[in-house]
């Protein structure tokens, strides 16, 4: 029997700090019914203190307890990051040492939103080609710390956690079926940090210009991503021959309650099929679908059809389609 990579375990983290939509109209202006009518967001979280691999390390050191594994057993922990602690040395190498991966190697991919997808079908061809057997796939990022809280467009949209999920063979069928993952370049003058990279190292110029923050075309990214997200989700239900019956969950990325509906109004799926968390915690970037997933985990059946699908800067997109591979 062929060897899939499956899921074995959630765990997310999220800081206590609650920043609500009222929060944020005393800082820029805005107002909680723009915010919720436009975007679904009600809360969201702010780190005060440490960066993201404290978030990765709080997420993965739960993990490993809930399972009872011995951190020196993991071999490959993959971090999807677009705000790692340093520009170097990687994020995944800072919290192998922090949560006692000593055994592990590791890298940070950089996919924006579509970063836990990348990861996971990255972290997916370890187990599969056999080469190892337990394999940590982590989305985290502190969007605080590229967030320019005088731009009302994007302050009031993300927040910060983190979400780190187990891989591990399986040899019946469970676990990641298939990936279809894509990128495009020429969007990225849409959504970019365009400071702080080696195009443009960071100066007293690029401060003074808030360079170092996100900057958004709000409009054209949506325009992107209503349609991306709807069409590639399509895709793996076509090209695997699923209909919207055989569907149990969509697992989308969190970015605005409008691409969600139009993504799940695409592939057929009624309300109760997709998983939302936006309200309570913006949009996380990497983390958006890790989260969900620890959010519903006791929702989730052995069998279970999930479709996770995403779309982020780059533009990068695209879904993955696993069947889940335990009750809680
Ligand atoms: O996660 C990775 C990918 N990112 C996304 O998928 C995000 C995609 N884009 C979006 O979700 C939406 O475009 C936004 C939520 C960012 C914005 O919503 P929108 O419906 O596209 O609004 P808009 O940018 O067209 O702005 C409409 C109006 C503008 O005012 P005028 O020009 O009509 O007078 C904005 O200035 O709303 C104004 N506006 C705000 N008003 C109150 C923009 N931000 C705010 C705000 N509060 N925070």
Known sequence: MKISAAIKGVYGHVPDNVVTNHDLAKVVDTNDEWITSRTGIKERRHQTEGASSDMAQMAVDGLLKKLDIDPLEIDLVVVATVTPDYPFPSTANVLCDKSGMKNAWGFDLKAACSGFI??????AQFIESGKHKKVIVVGVDKMTSIIDFEDRTTCIIFGDGAGAVLLEPDENGLGVQDFILRSDGSGREYLVQPGGGSLHPPTHETVDNRMHYVKQEGKQVFKFAVTNMADVSAEIMEKNNLKSDDIDWL????ANLRIIDATANRMG????????NIQKYGNTTAATLPLCLWDYENQLKKGDNIVLSAFGGGFTWGAVYLKWAYNS
């Open 269 to 276: 799926l009624p309300k109760e099929k997709v998983m939302i």
């Open 118 to 123: 990348y990861a996971l079908s990255t972290g």
């Open 251 to 254: 697992v989308p990325h969190q």
